[in-house]
């Protein structure tokens, strides 16, 4: 009933689906910084090493599929984030598998999350997904062939839309919008009534009804207008100021923030923001707001696109160095750290650092300090002393 009707209605009289709800601005711009953030971050398949360690494992299909091309319509990027956007409007994402002869994901096809279902097969008990096309068929798909990432749902098998259960917030932002628009699409004015105690000859009206109609808007605004036979206005809205319109609009600008957890300083609102708590917000972003989304797409890759036995070798992974980098000063004060207990060399530096490595592998090697040894060879020295001591006694 909420698709047929267009969403659903709330009490501010707008009426809220995961499309009208992009048209606030506040909604538009933190489903952006989402989307473009997690589809920016680089995504590599990796293989385990024996007995640690990982490699890029590039020779393996998916890894193409997933870092550089999904289908042949849509780059990485943009299959990313239309995937974000699908999750964070309608709280799922589906994306259809098309499996190789040999036995490889081939493409990946987005769809719609409108379009597409999750449901309980009552015979086999399986999960299949009813997807419908634009010409109107349905399509039963089996659980193999759908790539489906969901939200924060109560079942594990759909999440719920985020843009449906904050409907009233989102529906009072759309509302403020208007309400801004049509104030200042009537010229500034507030709403009122014209007040007689006779009533109007037919030609005072006519004359009174077209200056309204036709003087309406900004370029209208300072106009004058006569009043005749004894018309007196009376104003019956209440003005911007008096309804607190800029709070109202920046409380909803916070509060949207609030639930795509968003600083509001990514989204343009920076009454609270200073140099210092920008920068650890921007962090807590990472780890907070993004790094769950990513735990969501490795988990859901590793469970739909590869086989029982891959898994055990093979796992994908989102690189967020870059976004945890912080400033110069500090970076090199991590770095300098790292070199110096030697668990990173000259040329790992530069790499994090986007350089080349050092000609005749100069920065390969790996430096200790000299007061530090390994706790075995610590063990061996105290032997030794012991001995020396014992022979010495002798």
């Known amino acids: 009933m909420n698709w047929i009707g267009g969403g659903q209605n709330t009490k501010s009289g707008k009426i809220v689906n995961e499309l009208t709800a992009m048209q606030a601005t ?48 849509m780059t990485s990027f943009t299959w990313r984030e239309a995937a974000m956007a699908h999750l964070l409007l309608w709280g799922n994402h589906y994306s259809y598998i098309e499996w190789g002869a040999d036995g490889y994901p081939k493409a990946l096809w987005p769809i719609r999350p409108d379009r597409c279902n999750p449901e309980r097969d009552p015979k086999t008990k399986q999960i299949v997904y009813r997807a419908t096309t634009e010409d109107g068929i349905q399509v039963i798909f089996q659980a193999s062939e759908i790539f489906h990432i969901p939200g924060l749902g109560f079942d594990g098998l759909k999440g719920l839309s985020p843009i449906g259960m904050m409907k009233e917030a989102i529906g009072l932002a759309l509302a403020t919008e208007d309400f801004g628009a049509g104030f200042f699409g009537n010229g500034t004015h507030v709403g009122g009534v014209l007040e007689t105690d006779n009533a109007l000859s037919d030609k005072a009206y006519e004359r009174l009804k077209k200056d309204i109609e036709s003087d309406r808007g900004l370029p209208f605004a300072h106009k004058m207008r006569i009043l005749e036979e004894g018309l007196k206005y009376k104003q019956t809205a209440i003005p911007p100021e008096h309804a607190q319109f800029l709070e109202t609009r920046k409380y909803q600008t916070e509060e949207i923030a609030r639930i795509f957890r968003v600083p509001p300083h990514l989204i343009g609102s920076l009454d609270r923001a200073t140099f210092n708590n920008i920068e650890h917000q921007s962090l807590e972003f990472v780890v907070h707001t993004v790094r769950p989304w990513l735990v969501r797409w490795e988990q859901s890759i590793k469970w739909k696109l590869l086989t029982p036995n891959e898994r055990k070798k093979y796992f994908a992974e989102f690189l967020v160095d870059g976004l945890l980098r912080g400033d110069t000063e500090s970076r090199y004060k991590a770095y300098a750290i790292g070199r110096q207990w030697g668990w990173l060399s000259a040329d790992d530096v530069r790499e994090l650092e986007n350089m080349n490595p050092l000609p005749d592998g100069q920065g390969q090697t790996y430096l200790v300090p000299l007061n530090m040894i390994p706790a075995e060879m610590a063990g061996e020295l105290m032997k030794q002393r012991q001995k020396s001591k014992s022979k010495g006694g002798e």
Do not use: F
Request: with cysteine; proline share 8%.
């Open 26 to 73: 506040a909604v538009y711009a933190c489903v952006r910084v989402l989307s473009e953030t997690v589809a920016s971050l680089p995504l590599h398949l990796y293989r385990r090493m024996n007995p640690r360690g990982k490699e890029k494992a590039v020779q393996h299909q998916l890894y193409a599929l997933l870092h550089d091309q999904p289908n042949p319509e």
